[in-house]
Nanobody, 127 residues
Framework: QVRLVESGGGLVQSGGSLRLSCADS????????MGWFRQASGKEREFVTA????????YYADSVKGRFTISRDNVKKMVYLQMNSLKPEDTAVYYC????????????????????WGQGTQVTVSS
């Protein structure tokens, strides 16, 4: 059963913007922290950002801080990643993930914290 589905990836020039979306079909979305990870070709998957279940706390990898913004809509069961000032090194497959725990008070940042993953969406930034 597919729970998370990403969309919004594509090809963009350096300096451009993209907005990724992730739809969650699960019944516990509002109780789960959500995160975004990415994996570039030939590299390991890395944490990008995450947001607590209530949306009050966020955490960003240093590489995207100030350029990317995570947000969520608990009514629509959606999480978003607004990516601005994109760089070629942002090129990767981006994955949406849901916390394996409910009601976590801290912001998870390890892939081990997340138990549900989407199929990924490709983001390519040309120089």
């Amino acid at each position: 059963q597919v729970r998370l589905v990403e969309s919004g990836g594509g090809l963009v020039q350096s300096g451009g913007s993209l907005r990724l979306s992730c739809a969650d079909s699960g019944r516990i979305f509002s109780s789960s922290a959500m995160g975004w990870f990415r994996q570039a070709s030939g590299k390991e998957r890395e944490f990008v950002t995450a947001i607590t279940y209530g949306g009050t706390r966020t955490y960003y990898a240093d590489s995207v801080k100030g350029r990317f913004t995570i947000s969520r809509d608990n009514v629509k069961k959606m999480v978003y990643l607004q990516m601005n000032s994109l760089k070629p090194e942002d090129t990767a497959v981006y994955y949406c993930a849901a916390d394996r725990l409910l009601w976590r008070s801290t912001v998870p940042s390890s892939s081990d914290d997340f138990g549900f993953w989407g199929q990924g969406t490709q983001v390519t930034v040309s120089s």
